[in-house]
């Protein structure tokens, strides 16, 4: 751990190279007069809108929308199954119909999902009554960017399915509507926060920051409805092509290990009760079971947390990036890349 101690609380940083601008997005965190103890820089921390990703924030009296950021409740399922036996036939396979039964990209359901498999509570909202019925063909839906759906072998040959998905364009939106109000209500009060650093913040005791509270929970509660169902249907393809038993089935749902990585939840650290903003960081608490994917290429782990103080019981939620993804299309070669992973034995 690095100590940076030139900000109003100090920044505590878990990596050897952090690029310019996402150094700069943790002290303008640092510098927030209602930024509490200290802030937590995870290894993979990166650039992001506001704050950083990879970072943890914690605050008294208030909330920011852009400190989790547009896809709020974004996280990674993962779940062993009782396969050992397996070859690329079956691995492409399984595949084909996962790409037949689960929109990726920009792509949602043709038709609505069941209701009943949406989170109960929804909120009195006008945001989320306006985005529902969208939402409802969104539920079981990869998305773009850095989402996916892998098969994994584990130390034992065991294979295992790991997925990396949001909230969509629900997410987004909430994310979008309540970072607006708080602006608003920013610029109306005259408030010392710069509006370039984007880090508008709503006082958690208002209407509005317990709206946004209320809806940044649900799409929470959503990001997971929609990798539970998944999950469900890639474990129902998998039975299919091994011919497993229900009580196969059984396993790997009741194993499925599941871990979000955009979200603000009020936590008790250092004694004191303070909204705990993490932004592509994980919870770690002790023993608490959590997944690290790694990117294209390198290996994934299954964890279990610590509880450092230093880090607000968190830990990093991936790979990281040495690059955005625009610059990776532009500056590696596809094909490449490609050969690179084939020749790793890795199956794209």
């Given at each position: 751990?690095?100590?940076?101690?030139?900000?109003?609380?100090?920044?505590?940083m878990?990596?050897?190279?952090?690029?310019?601008?996402?150094?700069?997005?943790?002290?303008?965190?640092?510098?927030l007069?209602?930024?509490?103890?200290?802030?937590?820089?995870?290894?993979?921390?990166?650039?992001?809108?506001?704050?950083?990703i990879?970072?943890?924030?914690?605050?008294?009296?208030?909330?920011?929308?852009?400190?989790?950021?547009?896809?709020?409740?974004?996280?990674?399922?993962?779940?062993?199954?009782?396969?050992?036996?397996?070859?690329?036939?079956?691995?492409?396979?399984?595949?084909?119909?996962?790409?037949?039964?689960?929109?990726?990209?920009?792509?949602?359901?043709?038709?609505p999902?069941?209701?009943?498999?949406?989170?109960?509570n929804?909120?009195?909202?006008?945001?989320?009554?306006?985005?529902?019925?969208?939402?409802?063909?969104?539920?079981?839906?990869?998305?773009?960017?850095?989402?996916?759906v892998?098969?994994?072998?584990?130390?034992?040959?065991?294979?295992?399915?790991?997925?990396?998905?949001?909230?969509?364009?629900?997410?987004?939106?909430?994310?979008?509507?309540?970072?607006?109000?708080?602006?608003?209500?920013?610029?109306?009060?005259?408030?010392?926060?710069?509006?370039?650093?984007?880090?508008?913040?709503?006082?958690?005791?208002?209407?509005?920051?317990?709206?946004?509270?209320?809806?940044?929970?649900y799409?929470?509660?959503?990001?997971?409805?929609?990798?539970?169902?998944?999950?469900?249907?890639?474990?129902?393809?998998?039975?299919?092509?091994?011919?497993?038993?229900?009580?196969?089935?059984?396993?790997?749902?009741?194993?499925?290990?599941?871990?979000?990585?955009?979200?603000?939840?009020?936590?008790?650290?250092?004694?004191?009760?303070?909204?705990?903003?993490?932004?592509?960081?994980?919870?770690?608490?002790?023993?608490?079971?959590?997944?690290?994917?790694?990117?294209?290429?390198?290996?994934?782990?299954?964890v279990?947390?610590?509880?450092?103080?230093?880090?607000?019981?968190?830990?990093?939620?991936?790979?990281?990036r040495?690059?955005?993804?625009?610059?990776?299309?532009?500056?590696?070669?596809?094909?490449?890349?490609?050969?690179?992973?084939?020749?790793?034995?890795?199956?794209?």
């Amino acid at each position: 751990m690095k100590v940076i101690a030139t900000e109003r609380i100090p920044i505590k940083m878990w990596l050897d190279d952090i690029e310019d601008e996402a150094l700069q997005q943790a002290k303008n965190l640092a510098n927030l007069p209602f930024a509490f103890s200290h802030i937590a820089v995870m290894p993979d921390c990166h650039k992001g809108y506001g704050m950083p990703i990879g970072g943890v924030l914690a605050t008294k009296g208030v909330v920011i929308p852009f400190a989790v950021g547009s896809d709020i409740g974004c996280g990674v399922c993962a779940t062993p199954t009782s396969v050992l036996d397996y070859d690329s036939d079956n691995l492409k396979r399984m595949m084909s119909k996962i790409r037949e039964q689960i929109p990726l990209g920009f792509n949602h359901h043709p038709k609505p999902q069941d209701e009943s498999l949406m989170p109960a509570n929804k909120p009195i909202s006008k945001i989320i009554n306006e985005q529902y019925e969208s939402a409802l063909c969104q539920l079981g839906t990869m998305g773009s960017s850095n989402h996916f759906v892998e098969f994994q072998k584990d130390t034992d040959h065991r294979l295992w399915i790991m997925l990396h998905s949001g909230s969509r364009n629900l997410g987004n939106k909430v994310a979008a509507h309540h970072n607006k109000i708080a602006k608003a209500l920013n610029d109306k009060w005259f408030t010392v926060v710069p509006p370039e650093w984007d880090l508008a913040f709503l006082p958690t005791d208002i209407e509005e920051g317990i709206s946004y509270l209320n809806d940044m929970q649900y799409c929470v509660a959503f990001a997971y409805a929609s990798r539970k169902l998944m999950m469900d249907r890639i474990i129902n393809i998998v039975a299919e092509e091994f011919k497993l038993t229900e009580n196969d089935i059984l396993a790997m749902q009741m194993n499925i290990i599941n871990i979000a990585h955009n979200y603000a939840k009020m936590e008790n650290h250092f004694g004191q009760n303070v909204m705990i903003h993490r932004k592509g960081a994980t919870l770690a608490t002790e023993n608490t079971v959590g997944i690290i994917p790694g990117s294209g290429g390198s290996k994934s782990y299954i964890v279990r947390g610590k509880g450092d103080r230093n880090s607000f019981s968190s830990c990093s939620h991936g790979a990281g990036r040495r690059m955005s993804s625009s610059a990776a299309v532009k500056t590696l070669d596809f094909d490449a890349e490609v050969k690179k992973l084939n020749d790793q034995g890795i199956i794209h």
